[in-house]
């Protein structure tokens, strides 16, 4: 029996260093006597930093390894995110727009909403009268008070940050709480045993570097699953067409300027805009499709989008190729993050999945080598399945538009586009609308039923109602949405100003948990 007790992690950024620090905080009692965490990071490649939106997951993630929110605050130019609003996605009218926000309907796991709100005389958004989000949204509010203690809130939340701060306050973290071994160092070479596993990767300044179990984190080129276990790409571009971004921070006009607790999404001629508010400036970028528009053209809309504030600032263009590798973990290598692959930015899927994952391989590590294969295997099916539903979701938000001014928007929404299941889906979703457990079976769908209901209905999906329908739960449902009113109106006067808190923040702390 070949135990598994070393496991070096090849590349940092946010996907090796939340790795790292998953893994070391699950084994911490077997560090440093039989279990070694070694995280090998270039000196000479940066951090791509695109995404700064998150996944309300990343709290109890970040709570799980022992980080303080508090210093996550301080150190990351870190702020509150309740959701995402979607501009000009339907109609592309500019009063076209709807949120997604992160807490669920008034009595999700008891009864659905959606029935009795498509009856109703339609005056509020589905998001207004299911949940309160959407009005502390719009009133620039936080989702808890400074009293409230580190990674509880009066609404769900996940977080604005920095990218750039993120992975260098993780490496701290982790080298100094759990144990991880920091090596700095280029990979020149992977060696391979005569069975096919890594035995070690070789690197210029640091040597030969000998583990049982390879984390390849090393980004797009995917060095470890890739290129040296020959692991295919499958291509998602007929599906999802963004394949470049363009990003740009934008500074505040004023130091008091508001910070928005959700992420603006804009559609554009061909792709989307994203806006992310964060304490010190504002993360923009525009996402978008090159088959459909030019570099410069892309370029002319993100600055007319941010108009003077932009004049004198440079932007920074990065390829996408959407889509993943056929296999996530073989033999003795895993792949996490944009190893594994990757999407355009929207909804935040990026970071969640790399949690996911790390949660998984910590959770069903190995004991020996023997067994690794089946845990690989399990790994696989999950993670396989996870991005086939994250790409169903992302999809969504395009197959829903009513857009005809561009080819972009048109060729979205052919039939050949769509994935098969999201086709079934939709059919679906026309006689019964999605609901708790009905779709979603896995234990941690990334987008639950909810998040569905809130784009379906947001873009203006209709689902047939029958009065019977309506009137199972009627009363019930009549009671949970006068609940939800009195609880927006309770929280939009209680809760403080988004800027305001994360100053407090700065100035005394959060409540330690």
Not at 238 to 250: E, G, K, P, S, T
Request: glycine share 8%.
């Amino acid at each position: 029996m070949k135990p598994i007790q070393n496991i070096v992690i090849v590349g940092g950024g946010t996907a090796g260093w939340l790795t790292a620090g998953v893994i070391a905080a699950r084994h911490r009692g077997r560090i440093p006597q039989d279990f070694m965490v070694t995280l090998v990071e270039s000196p000479n490649i940066p951090i791509i930093g695109v995404g700064e939106g998150t996944w309300p997951t990343l709290r109890s993630t970040l709570k799980k390894i022992g980080v303080s929110e508090t210093d996550l605050f301080r150190e990351c130019d870190a702020a509150f995110k309740q959701g995402a609003r979607f501009a000009r996605w339907t109609t592309g009218a500019q009063d076209d727009g709807y949120y997604h926000p992160l807490v669920l309907p008034q009595g999700f796991e008891r009864l659905n909403l959606v029935p009795h709100w498509l009856s109703g005389n339609g005056q509020q958004s589905f998001c207004d009268a299911v949940c309160p989000q959407g009005r502390l949204c719009d009133d620039g509010l936080a989702p808890k008070a400074i009293t409230t203690p580190e990674y509880e809130g009066a609404a769900n939340y996940a977080y604005h940050l920095d990218a750039g701060k993120f992975a260098p306050f993780l490496t701290r973290h982790c080298t100094e709480k759990l144990g991880v071994r920091h090596v700095r160092a280029d990979v020149s070479r992977v060696a391979l045993d005569e069975s096919g596993d890594i035995r070690a990767i070789v690197t210029e300044q640091a040597g030969e570097i000998a583990g049982d179990l390879f984390v390849d984190c090393t980004g797009f080129r995917s060095l470890l699953l890739g290129e040296a276990m020959n692991v295919p790409f499958r291509d998602c571009s007929d599906i999802l067409f963004c394949d470049r971004a363009m990003a740009v921070q934008v500074p505040y006009e004023h130091e008091d300027s508001p910070v928005r607790s959700h992420t603006v999404s804009t559609a554009q001629s061909a792709g989307w805009i994203w806006d992310i508010g964060l304490p010190t400036r504002r993360g923009t970028g525009h996402v978008y499709s090159s088959r459909h528009i030019s570099d410069d053209e892309a370029e002319r809309e993100l600055r007319a989008y941010l108009g003077p504030a932009a004049d004198d600032l440079a932007v920074r263009k990065i390829v996408i190729r959407s889509g993943h590798r056929e296999q996530f973990w073989v033999r003795n290598c895993v792949a996490v993050g944009m190893s594994a692959g990757f999407l355009e930015p929207l909804e935040s899927s990026a970071i969640v999945l790399v949690e996911l994952s790390a949660k998984l391989i910590a959770e069903q590590m190995p004991l020996c080598r023997e067994v690794m294969d089946i845990v690989a295997s399990r790994f696989n099916a999950t993670t396989h399945y996870r991005w086939g539903r994250i790409i169903d979701f992302l999809k969504l938000h395009y197959v829903l538009t009513r857009r005809t001014d561009s080819a972009f928007w048109r060729d979205n929404v052919l039939p050949e586009t769509i994935p098969e299941r999201l086709r079934e889906l939709l059919l679906l979703w026309k006689y019964q609308s999605p609901w708790f457990l009905d779709e979603f079976d896995r234990v941690e769908e990334v987008f639950p039923a909810a998040s569905y209901q809130y784009v379906l209905y947001g873009m203006g999906f209709r689902t047939e109602v029958s009065p019977g329908m309506v009137a199972y739960d009627a009363r019930h449902a009549d009671r949970a949405m006068r609940e939800n009113a009195m609880l927006t109106e309770r929280l939009r006067t209680t809760l403080p100003r988004h800027r305001d808190l994360i100053r407090k923040i700065h100035e005394h702390g959060l409540q330690p948990v």
